[in-house]
C-alpha cells in the first residue's frame, strides 16, 4: 500500500499526472489496457490527434495476435482520459492500489477493492508516436 492510503498522507495526486498527460501526450498512440481482479478481458486503442481511428476487444487477460476483435467503426473517448475517469470515480469501492507512467502521466495501474470482489484495470502496453494497433497485438 502507498503512502497515500494510510492517515496523515496526501491522497494520490489525479490532478498533477492528468495535466503532465496532457501537456506530453504523444499526438498519435496505440494503448492496450486489461482488466485486473474481478474485472477481466483487454481492450486495445489506436488514437491520431483526438480520435480513436481503430479499437478491438479480447476476452483474454493476455491476449495475442489472433484474440482481438476489431470494431468496425470506433467510437469511444479518449481511452487515457477513460482510464483517469474510472480510477478516480467515487463508487462503493476504496481505491487501494494507483500507479502513473513516469514519462506521460498516464494511470498505468489502479485496484479498488469491493469487498468480496475488487478489480481495476492496468496498461499492458503503450507505443507513442504511431497509430498501428499492430505495435501492440503481439
Given at each position: 500500500?502507498?503512502?497515500?492510503?494510510?492517515?496523515?498522507?496526501?491522497g494520490p495526486d489525479f490532478d498533477e499526472?492528468?495535466?503532465?498527460?496532457?501537456?506530453?501526450?504523444?499526438?498519435?498512440?496505440?494503448?492496450?489496457?486489461?482488466?485486473?481482479?474481478?474485472?477481466?478481458?483487454?481492450t486495445l486503442a489506436a488514437v491520431s490527434?483526438?480520435?480513436?481511428?481503430?479499437?478491438?476487444?479480447?476476452?483474454?487477460?493476455?491476449?495475442?495476435?489472433?484474440d482481438w476483435t476489431f470494431d468496425e467503426?470506433?467510437?469511444?473517448?479518449?481511452?487515457?482520459?477513460?482510464?483517469?475517469?474510472?480510477?478516480?470515480?467515487?463508487?462503493?469501492?476504496?481505491?487501494?492500489?494507483?500507479?502513473?507512467?513516469?514519462?506521460?502521466?498516464?494511470?498505468?495501474?489502479?485496484?479498488?477493492?469491493?469487498?468480496?470482489?475488487?478489480?481495476?484495470?492496468?496498461?499492458?502496453?503503450?507505443?507513442?508516436?504511431?497509430?498501428?494497433?499492430?505495435?501492440?497485438?503481439?
Amino acid at each position: 500500500m502507498g503512502c497515500w492510503l494510510l492517515a496523515g498522507c496526501s491522497g494520490p495526486d489525479f490532478d498533477e499526472n492528468r495535466a503532465k498527460w496532457r501537456a506530453d501526450r504523444p499526438e498519435d498512440y496505440v494503448i492496450s489496457i486489461c482488466g485486473t481482479g474481478f474485472d477481466r478481458g483487454c481492450t486495445l486503442a489506436a488514437v491520431s490527434g483526438d480520435t480513436v481511428v481503430a479499437a478491438a476487444h479480447s476476452e483474454f487477460d493476455e491476449p495475442t495476435s489472433g484474440d482481438w476483435t476489431f470494431d468496425e467503426a470506433p467510437d469511444q473517448a479518449d481511452p487515457v482520459e477513460a482510464l483517469f475517469d474510472r480510477a478516480e470515480r467515487e463508487s462503493d469501492c476504496e481505491l487501494r492500489d494507483v500507479f502513473f507512467d513516469d514519462r506521460y502521466g498516464y494511470v498505468a495501474y489502479f485496484y479498488k477493492d469491493c469487498g468480496e470482489e475488487g478489480g481495476g484495470s492496468r496498461v499492458a502496453c503503450f507505443q507513442p508516436d504511431t497509430s498501428d494497433v499492430t505495435r501492440c497485438t503481439e
